[in-house]
């Protein structure tokens, strides 16, 4: 078997070979691929992902390669985790919509909207080639924004694709740690769009556990679902996915993000710079264990200051500049992440086990509101005949309003990025309800557009 990374000069290569490691019973790999445009990144992290293979005294093959054709021939599984543009693309995403006191973030709203612009022609490049290299193969995009970009793919007839969030299962996860057993004895009822959705069930042995949770106060407050109020989590009565923080905080997220001195973009731009400026004089050629915990390090500070701006405990920057210092953050991350959950599926595809799941994949029938075609983040059973959603059928008025609206914007967004049409992006913008606004549109567009021109060409 043959694993492909596209992306692979990222940090996130490490985490998930270790991963793949930690799993002694997974289905043999002969190889696992890097590819990216950055022959500095890929090098390091070749490196280090063959050091932590030889370690393990497994017969795997860390190979890199900046050349895409390369990296799909023979290739069973493709994993996508891109950013077109880097840090610094990602900062001015955020900066320009705050200066007209949007909500700026990175996959919501118009930030969503100016990454999808850089990331969905990016992709399709490199489906097409996978489809011209090995039609068969399955590719599994992370790049965000993963919903919007999945559509993409699917509008344009890639239908081996899975659309992956690990947030999907954060309910499934949590329920799990609070009824002290393994998640994949736990069958949850997801439904929404990526960074859009609420579970409505989570069962162990036939019985609903999470009003149980729900009514926990305390379990609430220390799960991912900590941001919200237990009025609101009440009222709602589902486990609630942490990016709706935006839409029912919408004013405190944009006060909280203006009155920050860095955006988030710009926090995780100067950790990373700060990383590889170590791992540079660190030497992992030499020295591996060195730059790996240096690794472990730089992904705790990110994950402790993760959306710090709506949760009171959260630590800020400089408080975990201060923990780092201390040495709280030198140990190695725990939870395999985004990469377990491709390796479950994986995993599930091979051995003939099934695998329940949340992932981003074709509606079709599951929710009673959407289209068949529509990408939605919901329920699955994975197996050895594929993927395949569950049924969901109604939904609340609530929820089914707001995805509406937000999937309207999305395949707007789509036809807008594939045609370079301002005015359909326009549109899709005053469909979104962080925005609203057809004039507020026409601004942002043309103001992304400008600083992205390097990656978007010109739009009519």
Not at 12 to 38: G, H, W, Y
Not at 283 to 292: E, G, I
Not at 381 to 397: A, C, K, M, Y
Not at 405 to 418: C, F, N, P, T
Request: aromatic share 8%; charged share 25%.
């Amino acid at each position: 078997m043959k694993i492909t990374l596209i992306g692979g000069g990222s940090v996130k290569s490490t985490q998930f070979i270790s991963a793949l490691l930690r799993r002694a019973d997974f289905p043999a790999v002969d190889e696992f691929c890097l590819m990216d445009i950055d022959s500095h990144k890929l090098e390091v992290m070749g490196t280090l992902c063959g050091a932590i293979v030889e370690t393990a005294w497994r017969p795997i093959r860390v190979t890199t390669t900046t050349d895409p054709h390369v990296a799909f021939s023979g290739a069973d599984y493709v994993i996508t985790t891109i950013r077109v543009g880097g840090d610094d693309a990602r900062v001015l995403d955020e900066r320009i919509a705050l200066e007209h006191r949007v909500l700026g973030q990175e996959t919501t709203g118009p930030g969503g909207f100016a990454m999808a612009m850089r990331s969905i022609p990016a992709i399709l490049e490199y489906a097409k080639i996978l489809r011209q290299e090995n039609p068969n193969a399955w590719m599994f995009n992370f790049t965000n924004p993963s919903g919007l970009v999945t559509q993409a793919l699917y509008d344009q007839g890639f239908d081996r694709v899975i659309g992956i969030c690990d947030s999907a299962n954060n309910a499934q996860n949590a329920l799990a740690a609070y009824c002290g057993v393994p998640a994949d004895r736990l069958r949850a009822e997801l439904f929404g769009l990526n960074h859009l959705s609420w579970t409505r069930k989570v069962k162990f042995d036939g019985m609903d556990e999470l009003p149980r949770f729900l009514q926990d106060d305390r379990a609430v407050a220390a799960s991912t679902m900590g941001m919200f109020e237990p009025s609101l989590v009440h009222q709602l009565g589902m486990y609630l996915n942490e990016y709706l923080f935006y839409y029912y905080y919408s004013e405190r997220a944009l006060a909280s993000i203006l009155k920050a001195a860095k955006t988030r973009g710009e926090e995780v731009r100067e950790i990373s710079e700060r990383l590889w400026k170590q791992l540079d004089e660190s030497d992992p050629q030499t020295n591996p264990r060195a730059a790996l915990d240096l690794i472990a390090s730089a992904t705790r500070r990110r994950e402790a200051t993760y959306m710090h701006y709506s949760k009171a405990n959260s630590p800020s920057l400089e408080q975990a500049d201060r923990d780092l210092a201390a040495g709280r953050y030198a140990t190695p991350v725990e939870g395999d992440g985004y990469a377990g959950v491709v390796l479950d599926i994986i995993q599930a595809m091979e051995s003939g086990r099934t695998l329940y799941t949340g992932l981003n994949v074709p509606n079709r029938g599951a929710i009673a509101c959407m289209r068949d075609d529509d990408i939605v983040e919901v329920s699955c059973e994975v197996d050895q005949n594929g993927v395949r959603s569950l049924l969901i059928g109604e939904i609340p008025e609530h929820q089914e309003l707001l995805m509406r609206s937000v999937k309207r914007y999305e395949r707007l967004a789509v036809e807008a990025i594939l045609n370079r049409s301002r005015e359909t992006a326009a549109a899709a913008l005053m469909s979104h309800p962080l925005v609203m606004s057809y004039s507020l549109g026409h601004v942002l567009i043309d103001e992304y557009l400008l600083a992205h021109r390097r990656y978007v060409g010109d739009w009519a």
